[in-house]
């Protein structure tokens, strides 16, 4: 009987934290994908303005190249390239908690670099083991959606975040929207 009560007890130690480790999992996924979402449109937005020739370097019989002007955004190696290193900008991340709603999510603390204040604001290091698993969960996500991403940008869709982490990928609940509509 003390042996039975024993692994009973046992049992229920490994299985009473999971709920609450699925939830932070849960935070930690939807407020990655938000972050990732808030970064990528920051600077999809930022290279609209600007275009890039893209096509062939071949030349044609008749001497010419077939190359045309594209956004920056819309251009596959922009977008590639970004992809590779948003998720190292999840340090600029820190995870806060509403004292009136109490709903905890990842809010940005960080200038970014075309801001007044990012030349003082670099002179500063801040690193933190609490912003790897945002940062794992950014590359995850990425890994698994990133033909969902690429197409929410080529589709040059509104609320990108709510799109990808609500509706297509199912990481945020679909109530959790940062947006308003007017």
Known sequence: MGSALLALGLLALLLGPAPAQEVLSREVF????????DEV?????????KKTKVGSYRINPDGTQERRKIPLAQSEAFLTDLLDKVC???????????PVTKERSFKRFAPRKGDKIYKEFKKFYFYSDAYKPLKFACETIIEEYEDEIFSLIAQEADYLADKL??????LCDA????????
């Open 30 to 37: 939807c407020g990655a994908c938000r972050a990732l979402m």
């Open 41 to 49: 449109e920051y600077d999809v937005t930022k290279a609209r303005q």
């Open 88 to 98: 190292e900008r999840m340090n600029d991340y820190k995870f806060e908690e509403d």
């Open 165 to 170: 982490c609500s509706e297509k990928s199912d």
């Open 175 to 182: 109530s959790s929207t940062n947006h308003t509509e007017l």
